[in-house]
């Protein structure tokens, strides 16, 4: 077949023969990420998207690095459930089911909690030093959507009606809303940050 | 087995020879949902928690009543996409990808659009008279979950520290936010009013 | 990489930065079918072929009209059960078994019946005016085999043997079926004619 | 738990502990099955009905016995694709594709050939001798529906009138079609045998 | 679309227009394998690498000879699980579960039993005649890994350290296993042969 | 419904009222395995045996512990790819793939492999202080299969010719390599010991 491609889940897949251990590898795994934002926190996916080993595999793993008393800001993932596991320092953590409740706890060191598929959580860090967590999901492309981002900082922006009614305050508040949320600003860096490096590549 | 009780998925399962044709059947599907509340719609899943005849199928269905400039609140379905027509009216409606990007359009009487599994959606009747749609899930349990709802509606309530450094404003903004939210409020009733019910019976 | 393709289900994928909101319309969800065949319906498929944003959506809509009298021959979707919604009109639908036990039933305006994947079902419109309905399909490629074309229209015809002794009766009457359905007539029209639409372009 | 009792897909699934290795065995898949009907064929299915060691496994066989000139009467398997293997004997067979195109061939012993999920297929003994095929399914339980049974041999009858603008004929052929198919008669054996024998016990 | 290629699964999909009944044929299920090797078995894999048309189908065919006393060596399909069907001879066979229970048994022509997937499993002809098994999996591409061949048969060889110390025997003992297993040897027959046919075209 | 109870995927399922955040946490992820066994390393699976939180969220973690130049014994995971990362020390990793070709590298603290489901794997420690490595996998029920335990520590034992013949030695060496695995002895203590706690409970 010469130079013909094969793609897989609209990824392209090596041919067997050219494969190699290193495309089973991924090796920064320890790399703090930036938690200089608004939120004091970031998030870095290993997922299809950094690592094209763990196509068809059906599994990824996250590390967020906490500032102190930074937040991994309201958002859920798409497409995978996740566990979570502290790896240092204290956590205020929890999700909101379809139900509107909360199941809220404190997560200390080798704790780990369980977030659902597509359930909104988050964790802030409670302590004064940086913490840190690993995490994993039943996904090789779970995905993650902020949801501060997701209403106040897409482009284009959202209807002023769709959100003065949907969150019942004037367009003052929602205008408020949204001025933290420009692409300069904050919560984007929580799992954005990769997307950025990627589209400049 | 005499009294033995078969489970599947969580829900009973009837004995086939005690299965008749109203076991496949749901008979309301034209009832208009009650759209006197805060945003002015109200959507109405018949999934597996009200049609056990779906268990299994792998399908779902949802008809949304809007009173005139009513809003299906943004909100989210966890386990399945959906495929949202218009039957009557004209809407303003769209969805918010992973990358913030938002893609909104005008749909008017046989437009068809795909809400993709988990991301925020929404649509608003433009019209000054009621307007309709029926949508369909590639789930029986796509499940719905309200953005605001699940920030400001919560029971408890999620830390104030979570959402002053989530959406970046003070607790005065956040205490308004919560106020429109309360059980007896809003937009709880998109989607909440049957669960309502259940939890009489 | 230029001018490469990238395929996902056999279907091709757009590279993300050219789509754009009309890759998830789909703009003619109201425009009657052709009931002027021997049945006197027609079912439009509004899946994978003719709308290519559901493409790993899994779920697909469809609307049947029902002339007077109409039949929506019986028929079968090997890969998703169905949730059918009436919305205009009273039917005669039922589906069978693999006991070949009959479900059958008289369906009003507002009435939903669920046919499970790959057994044989359908609708009779039992009044003297047009009849409508929605349906839905757990996936995005959900397909439909009408019994009569299946059996007595294939191309190729299927050996005399098969059908005489299948069917327990001659020649004849075997040749008398054939006759109803060739090319140019009659219920190959229901959920074929899309499909010579498309073959054309 | 004492007497409790664990139900998976809707079966009962035994305590570990007191499972044995004949959990794991079905011992008659060499008896010949009574091909003395109508049609001479007689397909045994070994899925989940005959052989609860295969719940969760996904995986199913059948043996088909062919009398001279025997039939396996068109039919589909509702939840899972096949492959057919030709141990003795010569064979038409052939599958219809959803477009009503007929695959057909002659299958010797030693060939194989696929019939894909849902889709209507048929196999005839051209010989004068007994024959004999294996068959797998990817699923533990794939069903089976035979087209003239689901059609004409319904418990209760579907209504004349489905049956005759389905088919383009008038009542006296209906009539006929299906005074083959009483319970008491034939092809209903293809398939029907076992749950016959399993019902009385 | 002219000379474009169409992959599915990563393996070549034909234009609809130019598929066959061919397509649908694999036509040498009854050519004896070679069982002229150390264990005295030869398993010939049906699966997606011989027989292109069961490419989304999910599900494969195999058939085991056997010399007398011969062994289908201890092995484990890390994709589906197996239906095994004793067509000729009298059989050893057994699986280890992973709480390390052995389920062993003697089958006789016509015994069938289920390989639970990816549990290590074998056969060994009892008599001093030829066997013969047919076996199902529930999968398009089962795979098989031979455990000896795995562990001693490797490219390049796994690091001496690992061995003694995964089986808590000296290098000597180690060098003996790995000597009988070089790629001019054996039990790689068992699984490999068609590999290395399909690799010479 | 009282005293019933709700079973899904073989495990009870809680009433959702008596839900509580306790049913999502897992509280002992940093409580150091025991090492001190023949191999030097411990495996703990936290999957739905030890964490019932994860039924049905389709992903699991386990960590790693390893005594200086301890060994996590080739094994396998039937239902589940692994992502691995070192948080700890310097290791030889390898998997061998269905061809028997062995991937095999060093890893340092901050790299992370993929293990493919079902292929055979393994992690030794290189340095001469302990090591440490969190995995997670794309299941909540990956099990966990050791090849020298599943082949010469089974109860009861596999029939000597299997292995004589299956491996290519005399029942003297199959008889030592046994000798090494009885059940007091050592690679059972990789991922075994919990299911023992679990046992006396």
């Known amino acids: 077949m010469g130079s013909s491609v ?9 041919n067997p023969n050219d494969v190699t251990i290193n495309d089973f590898l991924y090796k920064r795994f320890n790399v703090p990420g930036d938690t200089n ?4 926190a970031n998030a870095t996916l290993v997922d299809i998207n950094q690592f094209p080993g763990v196509n068809t595999q059906g599994v ?8 102190p008393y930074g937040l991994n800001t309201p958002h859920l993932h798409p497409r995978g459930s996740e566990i979570f596991a502290v790896v ?5 953590a929890g999700f909101v089911t379809s139900s509107y409740k909360l199941y809220d706890t ?3 060191k080798g704790d780990v909690i369980v977030f659902p598929q597509s359930l909104i959580h988050f964790q802030l860090n409670l302590g004064k030093t940086d913490a840190l967590a690993y995490a994993s999901f039943g996904s090789q492309n779970p995905g993650r959507v902020n949801v501060a981002d997701s209403v106040f900082a897409t482009t284009p922006h959202i209807l ?8 019942q305050v004037d367009e003052m508040v929602i205008e408020q809303l949204r001025s933290q949320f420009s692409a300069e600003n904050i ?6 940050s990769i997307l950025k490096l990627l589209s400049q590549t």
């Open 6 to 14: 094969v793609v897989v889940n609209g990824r392209l897949c090596k």
């Open 37 to 40: 934002n608004a939120q004091g």
């Open 60 to 67: 990824a793993m996250v590390w967020v690095d906490f500032a």
């Open 88 to 92: 240092e320092g204290t956590m205020y």
């Open 106 to 108: 404190i997560l200390k």
């Open 160 to 167: 002023d009606n769709v959100l003065t009614k949907g969150f």
């Open 187 to 192: 919560s984007v860096n929580t799992g954005r």
